[in-house]
């Protein structure tokens, strides 16, 4: 196992008795991107700001780059960056005040101050943007230079809070490979979202539900591993063969995908084409054939939302 970034074991937040984090454990190393996958409200802010040191846990330890949390929370804020999920930056300030305000607050050297922020207006294409207000920008724009802003003081370690939610396809397979740049360069990253397709280009994730990391691994490996088949079908009727099949021992779920009903089936069952084929729940359908896994399949294997 590569070197250990953070640590943490049952950590624990209650608000009011409400466990918004309950009994978290993550090991992260160093040079990988790490995803927390789910829902809104499973707890991924949460568990954000407690691994930042901007919130105290309720109960459990956290070690974050070799420091203890909270404790050490004003010395590792100069090794980490954080991007959060709202926009936090000015807006009537500009892009270029915007930097250097944040360049002082990490007390980045005034002599270094021009050209690290150059550089990053640069590589983030923000150059030419350099005197427009942050507020006036477009939501791309906006997540270029909120990246910029957090990567400023160069962390070692980079906390990333759904930071795609506003932006466009495109806009978010470039972030992506920005990301990527990042951690080759050797950042570690930790990034929270709620979309299957940026959890699949992680290295490793924990799938989170109720404030519990309900399953953690490579996204490949957790697929290999899940409990169940997938099996799909084609036919007119597809909203009743759903219907009934719900209702099949067996069938951990059903949802439709354009003219297809993707189904999963218990590991138990050791044959899911012969399952299903024949049977008067899928009178009907066309086809029947088992497929690949995907991130999706193992989210719902893996939390509670199966039989809906
Ligand atoms: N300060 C607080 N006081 C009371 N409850 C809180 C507080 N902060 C968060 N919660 C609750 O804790 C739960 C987890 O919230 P959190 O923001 O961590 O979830 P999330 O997974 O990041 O969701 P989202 O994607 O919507 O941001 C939610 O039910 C939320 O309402």
Not at 34 to 40: E, H, R, S, T, V
Not at 181 to 205: K, P, Q
Not at 217 to 243: C, K, Y
Request: include cysteine; charged fraction near 25%.
């Amino acid at each position: 196992m590569g070197e250990t970034v953070i640590t943490a074991r049952g950590m624990t937040k209650s608000f009011k008795g409400f466990k918004a984090v309950d009994g978290m454990n993550l090991t992260i190393e160093r040079g990988m991107i790490y995803g927390f996958l789910g829902p809104n409200g499973c707890g991924k802010t949460t568990a954000m700001r407690m691994l930042t040191g901007l919130l105290t846990p309720s109960a459990g330890t956290v070690e974050v780059l070799g420091m203890s949390v909270p404790r050490d929370a004003e010395a590792l804020k100069y090794h980490i960056g954080y991007m959060t999920q709202a926009f936090s930056l000015y807006g009537d300030l500009t892009v270029m005040e915007n930097l250097k305000f944040m360049a002082e607050i990490y007390g980045i050297e005034p002599s270094a101050q021009k050209g690290r922020i150059a550089e990053l207006l640069e590589r983030y294409e923000l150059t030419e943007l350099s005197d427009r207000f942050a507020g006036k920008m477009s939501g791309g724009q906006r997540q270029r230079l909120a990246l910029a802003a957090a990567v400023l003081h160069e962390p070692q370690l980079l906390f990333l809070d759904e930071p795609t939610s506003a932006v466009d396809p495109e806009s978010r397979r470039h972030f992506w490979e920005q990301l990527f740049d990042l951690c080759d360069a050797g950042t570690s990253i930790v990034v929270s979202t709620h979309f299957m397709d940026e959890a699949e280009r992680c290295h490793r994730i924990a799938i989170m539900e109720a404030g519990q990391v309900r399953a953690d691994g490579r996204p490949q490996d957790l697929m290999n591993a899940m409990g169940a088949s997938v099996v799909e079908l084609e036919g007119p009727t597809l909203r009743e063969i759903r219907r009934k099949l719900l209702t099949v021992e067996g069938i951990v779920s059903a949802a439709q995908l354009g003219a297809r009903l993707r189904v999963l089936v218990s590991k138990s069952i050791s044959d899911p084409v012969a399952f299903l084929t024949g049977r008067a729940e899928t009178a009907g359908a066309t086809l029947i054939e088992q497929v690949r896994p995907n991130l999706e399949d193992v989210f719902v294997t893996s939390t509670g939302e199966g039989r809906q």
